[in-house]
């Protein structure tokens, strides 16, 4: 239960400074190789790494160097905790592009999925809380099911 409450974690509260320095140990990728991307010292990096949060410019760095996108943390966190948008609302026209494509990561489903597999939380409470149309739930569990041989 621990692991999973590690995981439920990084979407819950977003910790990027923490995060980040778990993917560049991961990576392992030299700190004056980072140090000289960033041009700055290894005591700048370290600090960066017990920042809550940063600067996107930072953060779209650290994605580049890492060849990880840490935004995906922020738009998970965006589909598991915001609230619903008011159905009787009418919303303003918006000049920012608008995506269509589905923004569900293989590690959101299986945190998802592994949810509902733990007993945490049933799959009408997964539909309500999370707001996961009910066909997407039931088709993620029979595609992702694990494999009981």
């Known amino acids: ?12 509260e977003v910790n990027i400074g923490k995060l980040i ?30 920042e809550k949060s940063m600067e996107s410019d930072a953060i779209l760095r650290w994605s580049k160097l890492l060849e990880y996108d840490f935004f995906r943390i922020y738009s998970q ?13 009418i919303s303003p026209k918006v000049s920012l592009l608008e995506f269509r494509k589905n923004i569900y990561t293989k590690e959101l489903i299986e945190f998802i999925i592994e949810t509902i597999e733990t007993g945490e939380k049933t799959r009408l409470q997964v539909i309500e809380e999370y707001r996961i149309p009910k066909t997407t739930l039931y088709k993620w569990l029979v595609k992702y099911k694990k494999n009981e041989s």
């Open 77 to 89: 966190h965006l589909i598991l905790y915001a609230p619903a948008k008011g159905s009787g609302s």
């Open 1 to 12: 239960m621990d692991k999973k409450q590690k995981q439920n974690d990084n979407y819950k």
């Open 21 to 50: 320095e778990k993917k560049w140990k991961e990576s392992e990728i030299d700190i004056i190789r980072v140090c000289a991307f960033f041009g700055c010292d290894e005591e700048e990096i370290k600090k960066s790494f017990l």
